[in-house]
C-alpha cells in the first residue's frame, strides 16, 4: 500500500508539472496558430519540397498566392501579427517538418510598429532566425521580401527604411541569400506611395498590391 501510495503521489505531481506545462504553452502568443498548422498537415498532408512562406499578415492575407504563381509549389505558413521575435519563438515548427526548396520571409514591420526597438535591434533578431535556418537547412535559398511602406504606418518609414537596408546589406555577405525589393513597385510615377493598392486600413494590401508584388519576386522564386 505504502509503493502504492508514493506512486500516486508521483504520478500526480507528474500531471501538474504536464498541465502547467501545457497551460503555459497555450498562453504564448500565436500559440494556437502553430497547432492549427500542425493540424492541417495531419489533415492534407505536406507537399514535397515547398516553396515555404513564413512571416506577418501581408503573406498571411495572400491566401491564394498559388493562384499568383501557378507553376509553383508555395506552402504558407504565415500568422498576422507575427514579428520575427516569434518566428525565432517557433522556429522549430516553423521549419523542421517542410524539408522547403526555398523559404521566402516577410517579417520585420510589426516587430518595428509594436515593439518599437532600434533597427539594429530587430536586424540581430533577423540574424538570429537567418541562423536558425541555416543549422537547419544549410543548403536552401532564402529570399526575404523588403518592408513595405504601409500608409497607416508612416511614422516607422525612417526605421523601415534603414531596417530594409541593413538586412540587404547582411544578406549580401551570405551564400544563397536574396533581398526581394517590393518598395518601388509599389510607388505612383511621382515617386509616393500608392494608397489606392491598400485596403482601408491603409496596412493590408488589396488584389493589386499583391499583382505589383507578383512581378518582381517571380524572378526569385526557386
Not at 38 to 62: A, E, H, M, R, V
Not at 65 to 87: C, E, M, Q, T, W
Not at 106 to 123: M, R
Not at 177 to 201: L, P, S
Request: hydrophobic share 35%.
Amino acid at each position: 500500500m505504502k509503493y502504492n501510495r508514493q506512486l500516486f503521489k508521483k504520478l500526480f505531481f507528474f500531471a501538474l508539472i504536464l498541465n502547467s506545462l501545457l497551460f503555459f504553452a497555450q498562453d504564448k502568443p500565436y500559440w494556437k496558430e502553430i497547432q492549427e498548422f500542425k493540424k492541417i498537415d495531419q489533415t492534407n498532408g505536406i507537399p514535397k519540397k515547398p516553396i515555404l512562406f513564413l512571416g506577418s499578415s501581408s503573406f498571411t492575407y495572400w491566401k491564394d498566392v498559388n493562384d499568383y504563381f501557378p507553376n509553383k509549389n508555395i506552402l504558407n505558413r504565415a500568422f498576422g501579427g507575427s514579428r520575427l521575435l516569434d518566428l525565432n519563438n517557433y522556429s522549430e515548427e516553423l521549419l523542421a517538418p517542410y524539408d522547403p526548396r526555398q523559404i521566402v520571409i516577410y517579417c520585420g514591420e510589426n516587430d518595428i510598429a509594436t515593439d518599437h526597438p532600434t533597427p539594429a535591434e530587430v536586424l540581430e533578431r533577423f540574424k538570429t532566425f537567418f541562423g536558425k535556418i541555416r543549422q537547419k537547412y544549410p543548403k536552401v535559398p532564402v529570399a526575404y521580401v523588403s518592408i513595405k511602406y504601409s500608409p497607416s504606418r508612416e511614422q516607422f518609414w525612417p526605421q523601415m527604411k534603414e531596417l530594409n537596408e541593413s538586412i540587404e546589406a547582411f544578406l549580401k555577405t551570405q551564400k544563397r541569400a536574396k533581398f526581394i525589393d517590393i518598395t518601388k513597385v509599389m510607388n505612383d510615377e511621382n515617386g509616393k506611395v500608392r494608397t489606392d493598392i491598400f485596403k482601408e486600413d491603409m496596412l493590408h494590401m488589396k488584389p493589386e498590391g499583391y499583382q505589383l508584388w507578383t512581378k518582381v519576386m517571380k524572378p526569385y522564386l526557386k
